[in-house]
């Protein structure tokens, strides 16, 4: 079945550690997408992709960072600059170009807990 | 501040009464709207969508939104709610205005008591 795969479903860190969430899909998406939730504040955008090899900032992109070699696959590092990382990170796809008519698909999430 | 605002941060509401959840956007033009549930601990659902057209939009589960231009809102209803709807909802604006991105409301989360 088609769909977007996030790894690991649980990941506690220490402080001062890099962690490196996965998301892989199998939809043949163009632009992929980061979500950081936070309760009460419901979704904010981190970083989003296109296509491969570009990827632009979203609202909250300081202590991220992500890469795009390849179409399948967008992972999201959380670095040591990122002063509050404990949260629940949604990766989501979108077919074509970016467009309010292509609806998000998204992934079950990874929530990420800092020690 | 261009915004989505849901006013209700909790709603419970008993098993067979109806549901309205409210949804207020503060965009000039009319935006791409919508609905998507989140049941604990997993990603997002669509729920409806509202691009142009017929102003009332009905989506899966017995969910329907009406899209009122004069009050920027988009209310999602129910007429009987069933226990398996608890989750939390989150309405969801697309605009050029706001740089072509998708932006989310704090979200609302619905209880159902028996």
């Not at chain 2, 049941?39 to 939104?65: H, M, N, R, W």
């Not at chain 2, 899209?67 to 989150?90: M, T």
């Amino acid at each position: 079945d088609g769909g977007i795969t996030q790894s690991p479903k649980y990941l506690f860190r220490k402080e001062g550690q890099n962690v490196t969430l996965s998301c892989e899909q199998n939809l043949n998406h163009d632009a992929m997408y980061w979500y950081r939730q936070d309760p009460g504040q419901g979704l904010r955008l981190i970083y989003y992709s296109q296509i491969v090899n570009d990827f632009q900032k979203g609202d909250i992109a300081e202590g991220y960072s992500v890469s795009r070699e390849k179409k399948e696959s967008f992972p999201l590092t959380v670095t040591s600059a990122q002063k509050n990382p404990t949260a629940f990170y949604l990766c989501a796809s979108q077919s074509g170009r970016i467009s309010g008519a292509n609806v998000l698909t998204f992934g079950a999430g990874s929530r990420l807990t800092v020690l | 501040a261009q915004s989505v605002t849901q006013p209700d941060i909790h709603i419970t509401v008993s098993e067979g009464a109806s549901l309205e959840l409210r949804c207020n956007y503060s965009y000039g033009a009319t935006p791409y709207l919508f609905w998507y549930v989140q049941s604990p601990g997993q990603g997002l659902q669509l729920l409806l969508k509202y691009f142009s057209g017929d102003t009332l939009v009905q989506g899966i589960k017995g969910f329907e939104a009406e899209f009122k231009r004069s009050q920027s809102s988009f209310n999602l209803r129910k007429p009987s709610v069933h226990w398996s709807d608890a989750a939390e909802y989150f309405c969801a604006v697309f605009t050029l205005e706001y740089g072509n991105k998708l932006v989310f409301g704090a979200g609302t989360i619905l209880r159902v008591k028996s």
